[in-house]
């Protein structure tokens, strides 16, 4: 499989690692049962951090993801284990999508950083502000 799912914790979260030859509508289904699959096992709602940098990013894949979470009332920032999602990528496509997620409503809390390091530490940092 083009992705990778494994929970971390210091901070917990989901650690989503996504690869070429991923292909939104081709993975979709198999890749958000796996996801929930993930949720459904958590107590508390939980972070996400999608790791993209292994993947090519273009507009259609980033439009294909788009449908396919707005098209599956079962997608995974429907279940209500998930919390907000950070993707982890350097393009300037990715960067651009943040915008597009929260017009269209796809996502209603998103982050784009770096690395996956920064990430953990945004999680931290807004875990001990909530506390």
Same mark, same amino acid.
């Given at each position: 499989?083009?992705?990778?799912?494994?929970?971390?914790?210091?901070?917990?979260?989901?650690?989503?690692?996504?690869?070429?030859?991923?292909?939104?509508?081709?993975?979709?289904?198999?890749?958000?049962?796996?996801?929930?699959?993930?949720?459904?096992?958590?107590?508390? +709602?939980?972070?996400? !951090?999608?790791?993209?940098?292994?993947?090519?990013?273009? &507009? $259609?894949?980033?439009?294909?993801?788009?449908? #396919?979470?707005?098209?599956?009332?079962?997608?995974?920032?429907?279940?209500?284990?998930?919390?907000?999602?950070?993707?982890?990528?350097?393009?300037?496509?990715?960067? +651009?999508?943040?915008? !597009?997620?929260?017009?269209?409503?796809?996502?209603?809390? &998103? $982050?784009?950083?770096?690395?996956?390091?920064? #990430?953990?530490?945004?999680?931290?940092?807004?875990?001990?502000?909530?506390?």
């Amino acid at each position: 499989m083009p992705y990778k799912i494994e929970r971390i914790h210091e901070p917990d979260a989901l650690l989503v690692t996504l690869t070429d030859p991923f292909e939104p509508r081709k993975h979709a289904l198999a890749f958000f049962d796996a996801l929930n699959h993930h949720l459904d096992n958590e107590s508390k +709602s939980i972070v996400t !951090i999608l790791d993209v940098r292994g993947l090519t990013i273009s &507009v $259609q894949k980033l439009l294909a993801g788009m449908n #396919a979470v707005m098209d599956n009332e079962d997608s995974p920032p429907n279940h209500p284990m998930s919390s907000y999602y950070i993707f982890v990528s350097e393009s300037k496509v990715m960067q +651009s999508a943040k915008k !597009i997620f929260f017009r269209f409503n796809v996502l209603d809390d &998103v $982050q784009v950083v770096a690395t996956v390091d920064e #990430a953990k530490m945004r999680i931290a940092a807004q875990a001990s502000e909530a506390s």
